[in-house]
Nanobody, 125 residues
């Protein structure tokens, strides 16, 4: 499985961005997917996850109500719509896939076995 994240950039506080993560593999529709982020000098943290069936989503408290994770299985792509961006959202954003079918969409890094290369999001205040 290869993951290619894109869509990052520079945006003013209060603005919006949509990140995309294109995945290879014919069984993408069975992968639970997630987004994590890492700010300078900080550890990587969970942002959002989506169970493979779409039955459940999870969000970090810091982004709940502002970010939305979604997927398009026909395009093998998962998205992160980010609205009302704040300076503290500045980070490198990584997409991740669980190809093992853990039965849930987790919040921990070890819940995912494939990772994309990251895309930089910078929010100016």
């Amino acid at each position: 499985v290869q993951l290619q994240a894109s869509g990052g950039g520079l945006v003013q506080a209060g603005g919006s961005l949509r990140l995309s993560c294109a995945a290879s593999g014919r069984t993408f529709s069975r992968y639970s997917m997630a987004w994590f982020r890492q700010a300078p000098g900080k550890e990587r943290e969970f942002v959002a996850s989506l169970y493979w069936s779409g039955a459940s989503t999870n969000y970090a408290d810091s982004v709940k109500g502002r970010f939305t994770i979604s997927r398009d299985n026909a395009k093998n792509t998962v998205y992160l719509q980010m609205n009302s961006l704040k300076s503290e959202d500045t980070a490198v954003y990584y997409c991740a896939a669980d190809s093992r079918g853990l039965g849930y969409s987790g919040r921990l890094e070890f819940d995912y076995d494939y990772w994309g290369q990251g895309t930089q999001v910078t929010v100016s205040s």
